[in-house]
């Protein structure tokens, strides 16, 4: 039964066609038993063939079949073709103009002509035995069903439009939430990416710099080496334990809690990193202005990553007599961050557009860290020769 159904809904022009057949044949029997001559015979055989090719084509052009029926309807008038079973075509081509997604002047027309069709007959073809009221009440009757066959297909139209609305809605959001979800897949993997390359690049290019000294200096100063060592194996433990703290919340989302990761670095522990870069063999000068207060954890963890990035920087490209400083300045509404060095600097590849060969993400890490809090970051070469990272840093993210 379903496939008869899904047969008839793909062939919509072979349906009708059916019915145009079995109203041709029902006009027919009409036409015959009607004791009329050759000649208006023929006539009505004429019209009831344009009707049945009005249901037959109705909804392969619903305009141009409402058009046809009218020039039927006014054929019958002028030959006097009497009122007969051919004429249920035009009730079933108003519905289908209405129900039509067509021009509007045509539902208007196919309603004009419905509601005029049975007025018009009783003009034509007046009952004598009938008076005035029984021809109005008749009238009105033979209205009916043209004007209740439009109100239907209107409604249709309207429920369709309904729908399509609601579909095309549908679609637009599954659009929409498709856009989200790439957008929050880019984020994250930003996220990942700044996270894993302040993690990595910090700890391993202090491995580095360890690892070449201990080799400079193994056999003139074993202490020196051993000391080197010492700090190449305090790094990676380091870095290991970040490294497995990351995973953990990528993995499920939330802090373990055993406590076996490490909690985010924060802005007290700037000084703990510092310690750190002066014990792999950087000169670092670093001051604390204003109170100290707590901080929205976003915030910590950005100036934490940038401090850690730009030591790094100078690290790697600010030779080996360079030395920094770092500033943290609370005011009332952020906290300020200030990193020079006196070092090389940096080309202007790395520093304004990103690097090339994979160089120069730390920066562009920076700008979105800052960016998601809401501060400002500006980054260059300083005028006396070196390298400087200044950012802000507001308690209250931009909305």
Request: proline share 5%; charged share 20%.
């Amino acid at each position: 039964m379903q496939r008869l159904y899904d047969f008839l809904r793909r062939h919509p022009t072979g349906v009708d066609c059916f019915w145009a057949v079995v109203l041709f044949g029902f006009a027919m029997m009409w036409a015959v038993q009607e004791p009329v001559g050759a000649g208006p015979r023929i006539t009505a055989v004429g019209v009831v063939l344009v009707l049945s090719v009005v249901v037959a084509l109705r909804r392969r052009m619903p305009e141009k079949m409402l058009v046809l029926a009218a020039l039927a309807g006014i054929a019958q008038l002028v030959l006097d073709v009497e009122v007969n079973p051919a004429d249920f075509a035009m009730m079933v081509i108003i519905y289908t103009v209405a129900a039509h997604d067509g021009p509007r002047w045509a539902s208007r027309l196919a309603l004009i002509g419905g509601l005029s069709a049975a007025t018009l007959a009783q003009i034509r073809w007046p009952a004598e035995e009938q008076g005035t009221l029984g021809r109005i009440f008749v009238t009105v009757v033979m209205s009916l069903p043209f004007a209740l066959a439009w109100v239907l297909g209107d409604s249709i139209r309207t429920r369709r439009a309904y729908f399509a609305q609601l579909e095309e809605r549908a679609t637009r959001l599954e659009k929409e939430r498709e856009a989200q979800a790439k957008v929050a897949v880019a984020a994250e993997r930003a996220r990942i990416a700044r996270e894993l390359h302040d993690v990595v690049a910090h700890n391993v290019s202090v491995m580095v710099v360890q690892a070449d000294g201990a080799a400079y200096v193994l056999d003139a100063a074993p202490d020196q080496a051993k000391q080197a060592l010492e700090t190449i194996s305090s790094t990676g433990r380091q870095a290991l334990a970040e490294m497995r703290r990351l995973l953990g919340v990528l993995r499920t989302g939330d802090a373990p809690e055993s406590g076996e990761y490490v909690p985010q670095p924060d802005v007290e522990q700037i000084q703990e990193l510092v310690e750190h870069v002066r014990a792999a063999g950087l000169t670092v000068d670093f001051k604390i202005e204003g109170t100290p207060r707590p901080l929205p954890s976003g915030v910590e963890l950005t100036a934490y990553r940038i401090v850690q990035e730009a030591l790094t920087n100078t690290r790697k490209h600010g030779g080996p007599e360079a030395g920094a400083s770092v500033r943290l300045v609370y005011f009332d509404d952020g906290l300020g961050l200030l990193v020079e060095d006196d070092g090389r600097g940096s080309s202007h590849e790395l520093y304004e557009d990103g690097g090339a060969d994979g160089r120069g993400h730390g920066l562009i890490g920076m700008r979105e860290r800052v960016g998601m809090v809401g501060g400002t970051l500006d980054a260059g070469p300083r005028p006396g020769g070196g390298f400087r990272i200044s950012a802000l840093l507001p308690l209250k993210p931009a909305h």
